[in-house]
Every structure is written in C-alpha cells, then in structure tokens.
Nanobody, 119 residues
Framework: QVQLVESGGGLVQPGGSLRLACVCSGIFFSSYGMGWYRQAPGKQRELVAEIGASGSTTYTESVKGRFTISRDNAQNTVHLEMNSLNPEDTAVYYC?????????????WGQGTQVTVSS
C-alpha cells in the first residue's frame, strides 16, 4: 500500500518560516520524481516545486529564492523549506510522487497539510 504522509504545516506570521516533510512508503522512493503542490481556497491546485530522481529541481516563479525542495532517499522523505512566507502562500500543501515505467504513469498524492500565513 502506497502512503504519502505530509507534516509540518501550521500557522505562521508573515516573514516566518516552515519546513514541510513528506514521508513515503510502499514505493521505490529514489526512482520517483517528487513534487509539492498547493491549493488555496477557490483556486486550482498549482505546482510549487519539484525534484527529479536525479536531484534536479524546478520552482514556480513566486517561490524562487524563498522555498527549497530537497530529498533524502535514505529516509524516503522529501522536504520543502519555506522562508519569507507571506499571506499569499496560505494553502493546503500536497506531496506528489510520480514516475513513468514503459509508458505507464504511477502517480500518488498525500492528504495535504494546511499552511496559514497570518498576523
């Protein structure tokens, strides 16, 4: 059974920091591309950052220089370090694991963790 379990969300003041974690089980973690997505109320889910199996990273423009995605293959964990948070970062943050094998996509999501940036 595949499980992705996020943690680390919460309430933080503008300018503050949070570190999200996503622990995965039931998959060969090191072979998966991992991503963090977020969905704010009334908005579509959007990609925040992703890290490939090779370690290459991409970020959405609004978080560049503030957020850092990293992975620990020994711990089957992907992190999202979030600094200089602002109210626009308020959303439910989701972890995603994805890989393609012989043109078949294997795609898994976590349940999400709430991040609220407010004074």
């Amino acid at each position: 059974q595949v499980q992705l379990v996020e943690s680390g969300g919460g309430l933080v003041q503008p300018g503050g920091s949070l570190r999200l974690a996503c622990v995965c089980s039931g998959i060969f973690f090191s072979s998966y591309g991992m991503g963090w997505y977020r969905q704010a109320p009334g908005k579509q889910r959007e990609l925040v950052a992703e890290i490939g199996a090779s370690g290459s990273t991409t970020y959405t423009e609004s978080v560049k220089g503030r957020f850092t995605i990293s992975r620990d293959n020994a711990q089957n964990t992907v992190h999202l370090e979030m600094n200089s948070l602002n109210p626009e970062d308020t959303a439910v943050y989701y972890c995603r694991a994805r890989r393609s094998v012989n043109r078949t996509w294997y795609d898994y999501w976590g349940q999400g963790t709430q991040v609220t940036v407010s004074s």
